[in-house]
């Protein structure tokens, strides 16, 4: 069974990629990993914040000048990172060093600005490729939402300036067109779309009156956003696809790459059964393609997306139609 493919125009053993997480803050786990049929590993982010530290803390106090004191305790301490920008490159060629596979570091941000300079400082420690992780939740009712797409290609044209290795783009699901924005971020020079961030929402402490951070790891449940779109965009653009979230079972991950997505981004799955449990996916994912007669994971790959679906508008709005009447009380 070949398992080989292609991300970013990088050449990778498998489609399983371990998404941006602390699984590779630790050089042995990330051996692990690799042992285990990973393709790639993408860095957990290093934050906008973190690269502008004391005009990002200036910002935040006016922000919240007028609004309760603890409001600042929401972000980080610097300690409170697990690695800061010179240890990030460090550790970047540090994997570089024990590991066969790409390193892909992550860049979380959100606006245009002097911490872009950063993405070139990743590629001279080593990294393989940059995903920049677009990670913004619009509260200003007066900014439109082209306003905030511009800005999105704003980041990205910034990023792409300073790189000559590829860079993937991580988006939420939430713009008003994600095929066109899609087809812009690839006007702007990135080479892949990963879908999607997560949005860790918070959670209201009804007795102290506080709003608390939650954070809860991906279940199969949210794969069929990522399904969707990966089906919809897959043949519309020529950017690498990336599908991330929702991936636990083998049939999550074999549904993934017939909807269209050239690797499949992994890390609930992992944080909660340990890096052994790669091993396994891989391994019934390799026995379900010889079951079904596929020698190449190619063969696969877009075969029920929007374009090649043999019922395309069970993509679009005749789905909700039907899915409605088929409940009966």
């Known amino acids: 069974m070949k398992l080989d493919t292609t991300y970013l125009g990088l050449s990778l053993k498998s489609p399983f990629v371990i998404g941006a ?58 300690a409170e990172y697990s690695l800061g920008p010179e240890e990030y490159l460090n550790h970047i060629a540090s994997l570089k060093s024990r590991l066969g596979i790409p390193v892909i570091a992550s860049l979380n941000g959100r606006t245009p600005g002097g911490w872009i300079n950063h993405a070139k400082l990743m590629e001279e420690a080593g990294a393989d490729a940059i995903e920049l992780n677009i990670y913004e939740v619009p509260t200003d009712a007066s900014e439109s939402g082209a306003e905030i797409e511009s800005r999105v290609l704003d980041v990205v044209a910034g990023v792409r300036e300073k790189l000559t290795i590829p860079l993937s783009v991580k988006l939420s699901p939430f ?33 102290d009156l506080n709003v608390e951070p939650k954070l809860f790891l991906s279940t199969s449940s949210e794969l069929l956003l990522r399904l969707r ?10 950017l690498s696809l990336a599908l991330s979230g929702g991936v636990h079972k083998v049939h999550d991950a074999i549904k993934g790459i017939m909807a269209g997505a050239d690797v499949l981004q992994i890390v609930s799955l992992l944080l909660r059964h340990g890096p052994q449990a790669l091993e396994v996916i891989v391994k019934d994912f390799t026995a379900w393609m010889q079951e079904h007669d596929y020698s190449d994971v190619s063969e696969m790959r877009g075969c029920l997306s929007h374009k090649n679906s043999p019922d395309p508008a069970a993509f679009e709005r005749a789905n909700y139609l039907r899915v409605l009447q088929l409940w009966k009380v």
């Not at 997480?21 to 790639?40: F, H, K, V, Y």
């Not at 779109?229 to 020529?238: P, Y």
């Open 21 to 78: 997480s602390p699984l590779g803050d630790d050089l042995d786990t990330a051996r692990r990993l690799e042992d285990g049929g990973a393709g790639a590993l993408v860095m957990h982010s290093l934050f906008e914040e973190q690269l502008t530290n004391d005009a990002a803390v200036a910002a935040l106090t006016e922000s919240f000048e007028e609004s309760s004191p603890e409001a600042l305790s929401y972000f980080p301490e610097s």
């Open 175 to 207: 713009y008003s067109s994600l095929p066109s924005l899609a087809q812009s971020i690839q006007l702007s020079g990135a080479n892949g779309l990963v879908l999607f961030n997560r949005f860790y929402q918070p959670d209201l402490d009804i007795e």
């Open 229 to 238: 779109w990966m089906a919809v965009l897959h043949g519309k653009v020529s």
